[in-house]
Every structure is written in C-alpha cells, then in structure tokens.
C-alpha cells in the first residue's frame, strides 16, 4: 500500500451538499502543500489545459470469460453508457470536447460482424476500438469507468492499453469507489480516481487544470503521484438541481445497443427491432440494505429530478432515436409515491407511446394501487420487486425496509394489472440463514403468485456492511472486490447451472433431502437449493397458469430461457411444450425433439427430472395427467409451498 495524504479543505463539506457520503478512509493525518499539488498538475499536464476528454467503459468482462456463441445469441447485456454521458455533459458546459467510446458495444458489434469464432478476436476487437478513438480526438485526459467487480481484468486491461498512449489517466466507477486502495494498487498506470458520482468532481478538475478555480476545491479525488496519493476529501455531490442536466445522448448512439446485446430483464417481450434506452429519474435509495453498495456510492437520502426534466429526456430520446422502450435505472423509483404518480401522468398527458420496465427492482411498501394503476397506465410492461427474504429475522438483520405483509400487498395491486409481468427478488446464503428460514422464503414467494423469482446466492461486494460483518466473522476472506467474480447475468455461475454446466452433487435429491431445517447450508447446498427453489416457484406453478396474457407472457419467458439465456435449459423446453398445448392444441414438434436430445445427452438434466417426475414422453403423448399436482419433497419438509 503507498502512503496516502490527504487534502483537508477549509469547508468540511460542500455548501450544496445535504447528507454526506460513508468515510473514504485509509488517509493520515499529514495533509500535503497546496503548491506542492499545484507542481503535481503541472507535471501531469505540462500545457495546464484540458481542452478534449475521451471517456471510456470497457468490455464486461475479459477475453477469457467471453463465450463467442453468448453474444452471438445476443445474451451479453449492452447498456448504453449512461454515466459517461452524463459527464460529458457536464464537461461540455464549460466547453470542452467529450467523446465516448464504448468498447463493450465495439465487441459485441464486431462479434456480430464476424461468421465464425475463429474469425473473432476479442481483445483485437476492443484494442482497435480504443486506439481509433485516441487517434480522432486526441485528448489531454482519458477516463475510464467500472461498474461491476467483475469487470475489474477487463478494466486493467483497457487502463494499459489507454496509458500507453501517453496520456493522464483517471479511473472512477462504483467498483473504483468501492475498494479505490486496491484498486490504484493493481491499476499502477492509473494517475487519479473520482469517487462516487463524479460529474461534478471531474468538471471542478478540469477547471483547476485550466486555471479557473484553486485547487482549494479539488473533491472526491485521488491523485497518484511518484509513491504519494494526494486525497481531496471534499464532496461535490450532484444537488437535484444538477441532475436536471439532460445527458449528451448524441454521444451514446441508442439506435443501435439492443441490436447486439440485451437491456434489462423484460427485452424479451417486446419485438425484436425495438430501440431500448436506459434513464434515471432520481439518485440514491431509502433502504439500507446490508448487502447493498447504493449508499457507499450514492450517499443517504434520495435526490429526484423534477417530472418535467426526465419526461422532457423521455420525449428526446422517442421523438430523436426512436426508442420505444426504456429501463429505469432507479434503486428507488417509487420513493416519493406522488411524485411517482405525476411522473407516469405526465408521460401519458404528453402521449409518449414508449413502454418501460424496472428491472433494478421497487420497494414493496410503495407498490399502493395508485401507484400500480399509474404504472400500467404510463407503459409498463415488467417490475421486479425487491424481497430478498420471507423470513421476518432475515429482513431485520439485512435491514430490508418491508415486511411480509407489504410483499403480498404490494403482489395483490400487481396481481389486478396482467399487462405487467412482475417478478419477484430473492437472495438465499445469508449469514446465519437456515433450511427453514429458506422455506419461509419459499412459502411468502409461493402466495405472492406473481409471474416469475429470480433467485440468486448472497454475493457480498466489498464496502457493504454484510462483506465487513462476513469478513469480521471469518465466513468469507477479505480478498478486495477486484477478485470478486459476481455470479449474475451471462458471465456469472447461474448461467452455467441453468445450462446444466455446473453440478453441485452427483444425486440431486438425496443430497436436498439431508438438509435438515435447522441446519446452515453450505455452497454446494446453496446451489441444490436453488433449483429445487426454481422449479417450484417458476416452472411448477405452469401446470395451473390458464389466463391468456399470463400464458402469453410466458411461453415468450420460455422462449427466451431456451433459446437465449439458457440454451435447451430442459425445464424451460418442458414447460413450453406444455402452455403450447394449452394454448395452441398442439407441441412443435422440435420442442419435443430438443428436449428428448437434451436428456438423452445429459445426465445432469436426466436427474433433475427424475427428482420432478417429469419425462419426455409426457410431451411426446401429450400426457399431463396428475402433473399438476403437488410434488412429494424429500421426508422431513412441508409439503405446502410446492403446491
């Protein structure tokens, strides 16, 4: 670790700034010179002008991860960078040139373009990219973003490359902020870093550089220098007022990121030309969740946009690119319930004919029917609500703000409007967590009856307070969050166990059926778990679903798992077969052919169907007799949930 000194301003915190963000931490008592730091300037930009910007999100993931047939099926997600372009705006009103360069599009753009695997070059494909944008706009500064930890080789990688270039170089990102020490010990060639929401951070820099404020107001940033990282512990944290700044969508090109890739969860129903986009109405969230990172990032509190600045966006980005669909980016979209309201009014007042989604997810307890009606009224077509647990000490000791009284509220409003495919949330490993306890969980997402779970482990991310209880406890290492490897979406561990890739135990059932109810599973467990959790809640309760649109909404779901998510994912083939029959009086027979060649060449499917007596040749004679009905669970366990 090198030494770090800090920068202690003569305001504690900014005058605009309302709560302050978690301690940054690691800094000594001894403060630097502020002309020593005006020398330390000097030396990273000779001319003290930052005239031009390119700011950068790399790849995903890195070279070794990346599955050649994953993004040719467009299962790879492809968001638009929406955090760059919020700070090339904010760059451009002081008058300096931004680009942006993209470089997880670039690959999944050039994978498209090529025939064959060994056509592609991953690595080639981004490093051009790269280079071609150094080359057109020639900048005095780089700067490269890192969300997810798993990005972290991908994000070192594409630092090297872009340092090579002869230019300063400055990191930010929630993963940089998140664990910024070890960060800058991996990523040498890394000259700065801004933590947290850095648009007005990096804006004040470049202003310092260029000699229009002191360096004085130099904030949130992390100068390494020569074995010293000079720490400016001022915050400028965006107000509501600054998040009204419509972003430079000009610089994100949304006519073309759904082509290649995938944006939210609910892609899949809508056509496949639609032109997706991503936009934020309000920043932070009211919860403080244990295992959550909102908070270190964003701070307490919630700051919300006015309506009529994120309807103004919503009008550019359908009336300008043509997108008819968009995600909210929210954590905590509904947090003001009337200003909700007005927000999904005004879009209809206007006549925007986009539809949208949530797929970060809602808080249960704002789920009212007003707010429910005006969410199907605006457009909205898919909404994960955010449960985590049904176990009432499980919420408590992760400080989720519901309780199971809200979830099922909140599910009975969702219930009423069958347009919107709603989802449920739920996480299974928390410290301390019992069979039992699972089987609550289990039991509350069984009588919520909405369309779909999705389940995944606890995935404790460094700079939360359950990776620091955890850590404390000794149930994980304190490794850092860059050798983190998180296990969502396409590059993560679930993926690989929907595809049948990955087996916990060689006989399925009799391993669940040790797992007493008082007893702490352990990794492997987690995993049976799952499916048994999976199956139950997403694919059993298909034998009873008859409502048009729900059938509708799901064999679409099912479609998706089996062609794109989870190819020939046997439960998904099953199932699709089964509501083709409801609906259409008859299984395609390539359902039934894909299916039958799935089992026959994997025994991993061939046990799990066994544990759910479940066949092929139910599909081949059309027999569902008493298939419908509910599932024995091995000796021991309530019978009830698998209904």
């Known amino acids: 670790m090198l030494p770090v000194y800090s920068i202690m301003n003569r305001e504690s915190k900014d005058r605009n700034t309302e709560t302050s963000y978690p301690s940054m931490g690691g800094v000594t008592d001894q403060c630097a010179d502020l002309e020593e730091v005006e020398g330390v300037l000097t030396r990273l930009f000779p001319e003290r002008q930052i005239a031009k910007v390119l700011l950068i999100n790399p790849p995903d993931s890195h070279a070794e991860l990346f599955h050649y047939d994953t993004a040719r099926r467009g299962r790879y997600t492809n968001y638009p960078p929406y955090g760059l372009i919020i700070l090339a705006r ?112 990096l804006k004040g820099f470049v202003q310092v550089v260029n000699g229009e404020a002191g360096v004085d107001t130099l904030a949130q940033i992390i100068i390494d220098e020569g074995g010293k990282r000079l720490r400016f512990q ?187 495919y709603a989802s449920i949330q739920l996480m299974v490993g928390f410290p301390g967590e019992t069979m039992g306890m699972v089987m609550d969980t289990i039991e509350v997402a069984r009588e919520m ?83 048994y959790m999976n199956y139950h809640l997403n694919f059993h309760r298909l034998f009873h679903e008859d409502r048009p649109a729900k059938v509708d909404q799901q064999i679409a779901t099912l479609i998706n798992l089996s062609d794109v998510v989870a190819p020939e994912n046997a439960f998904a083939l099953y199932f699709l077969g089964f509501l083709g029959q409801q609906r259409d009086g008859t299984i395609p027979p390539s359902v039934i052919e894909r299916l039958s060649t799935r089992l026959e060449t994997s025994e991993y499917w061939q046990s799990r169907f066994a544990a759910f007596g479940l066949s092929a040749d139910d599909l081949r004679h059309n027999d569902f007799k008493n298939k419908h009905l509910p599932r024995l669970l091995p000796k021991g366990y309530s019978n009830t949930w698998a209904a």
């Open 90 to 201: 904010n760059l451009r009103e002081i008058g300096v040139e931004v680009n942006i360069c993209n470089l997880n599009h670039e690959v999944l753009k050039q994978c498209h373009a090529t025939d064959t695997v060994d056509s592609f070059d991953y690595d080639v494909a981004w490093e051009k990219a790269l280079d071609a944008a150094v080359a057109e706009i020639t900048p005095d500064l780089i700067c490269v973003t890192c969300m997810f930890t798993m990005t972290h080789l991908s994000f070192k990688r594409v630092c090297e490359k872009a340092s090579s270039h002869g230019v300063s170089l400055a990191i930010g990102g929630v993963h940089v902020s998140n664990d910024v020490e070890r960060v800058l010990d991996d990523i040498s060639c890394a000259r700065m870093a801004f933590l947290h929401e850095g648009e007005l951070a």
């Open 234 to 420: 001022k915050e400028k944290r965006p107000t509501e007022d600054d998040c009204n700044l419509l972003p430079s969508w000009d610089l994100a090109g949304p006519e073309e990121n759904a082509r290649y890739g995938t944006i939210g969860s609910f892609y899949y129903l809508k056509p496949g030309d639609t032109r997706f986009a991503t936009i934020l109405s309000n920043r932070g969230c009211r919860a403080q969740c244990t295992f959550c990172s909102v908070r270190s990032f964003n701070g307490a509190g919630v700051r919300m946009r006015d309506v009529s600045s994120v309807v103004d966006e919503l009008e550019r980005l359908e009336n300008d690119y043509g997108v008819s669909h968009v995600m909210w980016l929210d954590d905590d979209l509904l947090k003001n319930e009337s200003r909700a309201v007005a927000l999904f009014n005004e879009m209809v007042r206007r006549g925007l004919k986009l539809t949208w989604d949530a797929t970060n997810g809602v808080i249960a307890i704002s789920c009212t029917e007003e707010v429910v009606a005006a969410c199907a009224g605006s457009g909205c077509i898919g909404m994960n609500i955010g449960m985590e647990s049904g176990n009432p000490e499980i919420l408590k000791q992760v400080r989720k703000p519901g309780k199971v009284a809200n979830f099922l509220k909140a599910a009975e409003a969702l219930c009423k409007h069958e347009q919107i």
């Open 449 to 531: 009856d909405l369309d779909w779970c999705r389940i995944s482990p606890l995935q404790p991310l460094a700079n939360t307070p359950i990776y620091e209880s955890m850590v404390a406890q000794g149930l994980i290492d304190d490794v850092g969050s860059s050798e983190v490897r998180f296990a969502a979406g396409a590059f993560g561990k679930q993926a690989e166990i929907e595809q049948g890739l990955r087996l916990a135990t060689a006989d399925f059932e009799e391993a669940f059926s040790v797992i007493g109810l008082d007893q702490v599973p352990d990794a492997d467990q987690i995993t049976d778990i799952w499916f």
